[in-house]
């Protein structure tokens, strides 16, 4: 959380030269007056937070129609991986190569149709997004002793540096208008900084145990694979 | 020295409560889920208040802040106060939801629009307030940030370093910089301050 709001500070300490005591004096007098807040709805919001959790909590025991409970199967996670690693490699190959093989993307249809509508374009983006974060998640939530000797910390914090890169380059997309979509990758984002974190350096197996309990609390995979649905030209859902 | 002891045992004391409260909240306690709201949630939607400029808008990150933070209790480690750890959630989706907000209003502003904000104000103290306003959303985000917690909201220097993950130098140098973007804009006004 605190990488994400220190990319806004650049970190010289240097004060700029101010020398004007009479403006520090008047803004510092001024400046409670922006924006000033009336009384907290503590109530009203209390009774929002409440309605949001029930949802999240019935979500999370497969009662909401369309959300799929998280499946732990070794071989599922296998798949995932690998079938997400092959469709980000042969999309890049055909966005850096042209179309000069079609046939061997199967999705290039698809892709070169999106260019024309920019809310296409950023669908696709997404659901690729969606798809490596789930892949990611996935294998860092599941992964047993061997795997996490071959995926060290190092390799996850890395993996996960590329996911929250285009996380972030889809929140701030102007071609994002679904609120849904939105809350769903800002609630990524934030799953994703911590893991990465605790990635950084060595694993420790009580700090893995914190960012798997933070998926669940969130519930985030079962809604990543709902807007992610299988079927879709970059899905490596696991149904 | 027998005061720096109580303070420091009350300190202790306090530590242990919160630790304690966190503890029942991760359990899924729902009263320690309360508790940890009533404490909280006044300086929370104060500062999205501040930050967001919009009682619907600070309405909204003050839920989500909470929902996402008893949602990710487990993740929370507790070398940090909880009280930072909510402000650093609440502030991340505060600069989210006015980014996104003024996305939306700059595809609905037309030109005209444009152009009658851009007209400059006559000197009288609620159109330079207006002005203010304006300069102050005008800064870049880390220095509205600063601002707005420090001469807005009571922030010490201390609790935005802590609150924003930065060093306490930085929070002085953006608190300047903002001080001086605003004298800046602000210039043709500036007999209400000599």
């Known amino acids: ?239 | 020295m027998e005061t720096e002891g109580t303070l420091a045992l009350a300190k202790a004391a306090r530590t242990a409560d919160q630790r304690a409260l966190i503890e029942r909240a991760r359990r899924g306690d729902a009263s320690a889920h309360r508790a940890l709201y009533d404490t909280h949630v006044d300086r929370i939607y104060r500062l999205t208040f501040r930050l967001t400029g919009s009682e619907h808008l600070a309405r909204d990150v003050t839920q989500d802040t909470f929902v996402r933070a008893f949602a990710g209790l487990e993740g929370f480690r507790e070398d940090a106060s909880i009280g930072t750890w909510l402000h650093s959630i609440a502030v991340s989706l505060a600069l989210n939801a006015i980014k996104k907000d003024k996305r939306e209003r700059d595809r609905n502003t037309s030109l005209d629009d444009a152009k009658s904000i851009a007209t400059p104000a006559p000197r009288s103290d609620p159109l330079l307030r207006d002005r203010l306003l304006q300069a102050v959303n005008e800064l870049p985000e880390g220095c509205r940030t600063v601002f707005m917690m420090h001469d807005a909201e009571g922030y010490t220097h201390d609790e935005i370093a802590t609150a924003l993950g930065i060093a306490e130098g930085t929070s002085k140098a953006q608190l300047a910089r903002a001080r001086q973007k605003l004298r800046v804009s602000l210039a043709q006004f500036a007999g209400e301050w000599k």
């Not at chain 1, 990543?224 to 899905?235: H, K, L």
């Open chain 1, 1 to 239: 959380m605190n990488d994400n709001l220190k990319d806004l500070f650049d970190d010289d300490e240097r004060e700029p030269v101010t020398n004007d005591a009479g403006f520090d004096a008047w803004i510092a007098n001024v400046a409670p007056t922006l924006n000033a807040p009336g009384a907290t709805p503590r109530h009203e919001m209390w009774r929002e937070i409440q309605a949001a959790r029930a949802t999240a909590a019935e979500a999370q025991a497969g009662t909401v129609a369309g959300v799929t409970p998280i499946r732990r199967a070794p071989w599922r996670l296998l798949s995932v991986v690998a079938a997400a690693l092959l469709l980000g490699v042969a999309i890049d190959r055909w966005a850096l190569n042209g179309r000069t093989d079609p046939a061997s993307v199967v999705s290039a249809p698809i892709v070169d149709s999106a260019f024309n509508d920019p809310a296409r374009l950023y669908r696709l983006a997404a659901s690729q997004t969606l798809t490596q974060a789930e892949a990611l998640l996935t294998a860092f939530r599941a992964s047993g002793p061997e795997e996490r000797a071959a995926v060290g910390g190092d390799q996850l914090a890395r993996w996960g540096g590329e996911v929250l890169g285009s996380t972030r380059l889809l929140i701030d997309s102007p071609a994002g208008s679904d609120p849904r979509l939105r809350a769903l990758l800002e609630d990524l984002e934030l799953v994703l900084v911590q893991l990465i974190q605790l990635s950084r350096g060595s694993v420790d197996p009580n700090d893995r145990e914190h960012v798997n309990r933070a998926l669940e609390g969130s519930n985030l995979l079962p809604r990543i694979r709902t807007a992610v649905p299988a079927g879709t030209p970059f899905s490596a859902s696991t149904d």
